[in-house]
């Protein structure tokens, strides 16, 4: 049965192709009160025949969602960032949220300004990845004031939940390895202390050299922001030292990217001259020649897992039973390739598979996981 009515279609015109009452379609558009499978099909086929969508603003004023939830990454055009964003988004979807996204460029100011806006915006819920100064208390204040938070990467209270990567084991184990090797003077380029990754890769970093009764030099640790051209100025500065570096540690895409231009621009080869270990496996670690020995995670499930305590957060704020606190810590794992070599007069050889296992992630209720 069409209706007899012309121009733009209404939920009236809907209701009565569908054959059931307005309130009835309302329902059935907004999931909410008592309405039948049998109803939101018909209405879903009648609305689709008449070409009817519903008005987004009013239907959020009604159900008080919007069907957004807000992501804030320090850069996503970092292609780790983008795989993770894939999986978030698409997991979102599944439950009928999009996604809106926008960048801190790392700049605490900035995501303060982001979050207000997603707030004015009326998400239902916020990401927060790492940025430069990280505050807990930030997450606590955002939870009183009962907006939906999981943290990315990043350090939060003890009511927030989370998905973090073991990034001190990740340091730890490719530390390990380029010691094995005979290295000692190793250069670690990696995002500093202010941010959650950087401060687990410069503790496992070291507590790999203290396992041997060693300590790494201080001028050889360069943590600064994650970009090609704070690495390449560094590595040209290690590179033309009396002493140079022997390997090195390059915890972030883009830092990699500027040290092995570094490199390259030095006229030093890998593994020839230089050892050299990345994190994220890449395009630019699998295609470079030599492909680069990798520190890498589960990306899509980072993402994955991010999206699902969010919206396990969504569902308590909804009036469902009530969820703890929670935090996941994804595991890493060594790609061993063939960017690493024996420090030159010494027949040290890696005594590690080609891959290293990968374990399953950890979680933790109401605390942090061990």
Request: glycine share 8%; proline share 5%; aromatic share 4%.
């Amino acid at each position: 049965m069409k209706p007899a009515r012309k121009g733009k279609p209404t939920i009236r015109d809907v209701a009565l192709a569908a054959g059931v009452s307005v309130g009835t379609a309302s329902r059935a558009f907004n999931r909410a009160g008592r309405v039948s499978e049998a109803a939101i099909t018909a209405v879903q086929a009648a609305a689709e025949r008449l070409g009817y969508a519903p008005d987004a603003i009013a239907q959020s004023m009604r159900t008080r969602s919007s069907g957004v939830v807000g992501l804030l990454v320090s850069d996503f055009t970092n292609p780790l960032y983008a795989r993770i964003i894939n999986a978030v988004e698409a997991r979102l979807q599944r439950d009928g949220f999009a996604l809106l996204l926008a960048n801190t460029h790392n700049d605490s100011r900035h995501e303060l300004a982001m979050i207000d806006f997603f707030r004015r915006r009326r998400v239902d819920g916020l990401i927060l990845g790492a940025c430069e100064t990280e505050k807990p208390e930030l997450i606590d204040a955002l939870l009183a004031q009962d907006l939906p938070v999981v943290a990315l990467d990043r350090d939060f209270g003890p009511l927030g939940s989370g998905v973090n990567v073991d990034h001190y084991h990740g340091a730890l184990q490719a530390t390990r390895y380029l010691l094995k090797l005979g290295h000692t003077r190793i250069a670690l380029m990696t995002p500093g202390q202010a941010v959650r990754p950087g401060r687990e890769r410069i503790a496992g970093f070291c507590d790999a050299f203290a396992e041997r009764g060693l300590k790494p030099e201080p001028k050889l640790i360069r943590a600064e922001r994650s970009s090609m051209e704070f690495a390449f100025s560094e590595a040209l500065a290690l590179l033309s030292a009396p002493v140079r570096p022997t390997a090195f540690v390059c915890l972030g895409t883009r830092i990699l990217a500027g040290v092995l231009q570094g490199l390259r621009h030095s006229g030093l080869s890998v593994p020839d001259d230089v050892s050299v270990v990345g994190v994220g496996d890449t395009d630019l670690s699998q295609l470079f020649s030599p492909a680069i020995t990798s520190l890498t995670w589960d990306l899509e499930a980072v993402g994955t897992a991010t999206a699902e305590l969010m919206l396990a957060r969504l569902s308590t704020a909804s009036g469902h039973e009530s969820v703890e606190p929670e935090r996941i810590v994804m595991t890493t794992q060594m790609i061993l390739r063939d960017s690493c070599g024996p420090l030159s007069g010494t027949s040290t050889a890696p005594s590690e598979p080609v891959r290293a296992a990968v374990k399953p992630s950890t979680r933790a209720k109401g605390g942090v996981a061990k």
